[in-house]
């Protein structure tokens, strides 16, 4: 299947700082990309549609101004996590749609684990 | 009601047996469909995809569509303890654009 790949893998920051999540597409060309967040034995969580050259599509709730999303290419996508605070700690995971067959399948990257002291 | 639905389990088989997934899902108009495999504290991995009804086949893995009963559901033949996971159920649906939308996930546990 198709590889998405995510950096970093970890990442330990204080509260007041602020993250970027890379999401790259290494096989295929993805116009649209997903960021999912999944707190401790619960299920995903989809945050925002990234669409190439234009903007995110948030999910109600989710607050666009602390989770920027910019996808400046076709594969690459950025989550950038501002003023995070330790209610952000969580697995952030982003998926590739590859549309290449028409089968519009997502393939997801290896996550983010955000920890914030 | 939700999009996806699953029984959030778990669900214990003994190793060999035949575990059996089940889905519904509430979009009539929904085409595409997905099954994920996700161990604990990795991202989901993807195993079967189905479009059409009826049963595809991929190794030990049977997924069956019945888009008139709103069903997806996933057989693993001759289950392993390498099985133990969340499964996810996948349902892509149209609202404008698309939209993948995820069940909660089935706990699967394989005992040796």
């Known amino acids: 299947g198709a590889v998405v790949s995510q950096h970093p893998s970890r990442v330990i920051c204080k509260s007041g700082t602020s993250v970027k999540i890379e999401c790259r597409s290494l096989?295929?060309?993805?116009?649209?990309m997903f960021w999912y967040r999944q707190f401790p034995k619960q299920s995903l969580m989809l945050m925002a549609t990234?669409?190439?050259?234009?903007?995110?599509?948030?999910e109600q709730g989710v607050e666009k101004d602390k989770f920027l999303i910019n996808h400046a290419s076709l594969t690459l996508s950025t989550l950038t996590v501002t003023s995070a605070h330790p209610e952000d700690s969580s697995f952030y995971i982003c998926?590739?749609?590859?549309?290449?067959?028409?089968?519009?399948?997502?393939?997801f990257g290896p996550g983010t684990r955000l920890l914030v002291l | 009601q939700k999009e996806v639905e699953q029984n959030s389990g778990p669900l214990s088989v003994p190793e060999g047996a035949i575990a059996s997934l089940n889905c519904t899902y509430s979009?009539?108009?929904?085409?595409?469909f997905f099954w994920y495999r996700q161990y604990s504290g990795k991202s989901p991995e993807l195993i079967m995809s189905?479009?059409?009804?009826g049963d595809k086949e991929d190794g030990r893995f049977t997924a069956q569509l019945n888009k008139a009963s709103q069903y997806v559901s996933l057989l693993i033949r001759d289950s392993q303890p390498s099985d133990s996971a969340t499964y996810l159920c996948?349902?892509?649906?149209?609202?404008?654009?698309?939209?993948?939308?995820f069940g909660a996930g089935t706990r699967l546990f394989v005992k040796a």
């Open positions: 998926s590739a749609r590859d549309t290449g067959l028409g089968t519009e399948t997502q393939y």
């Open positions: 096989d295929f060309q993805a116009t649209t």
């Open positions: 990234s669409n190439e050259g234009s903007k995110a599509t948030y």
């Open positions: 979009d009539r108009g929904s085409q595409s």
């Open positions: 189905i479009y059409s009804n």
């Open positions: 996948a349902v892509n649906i149209r609202t404008g654009g698309f939209k993948t939308i």
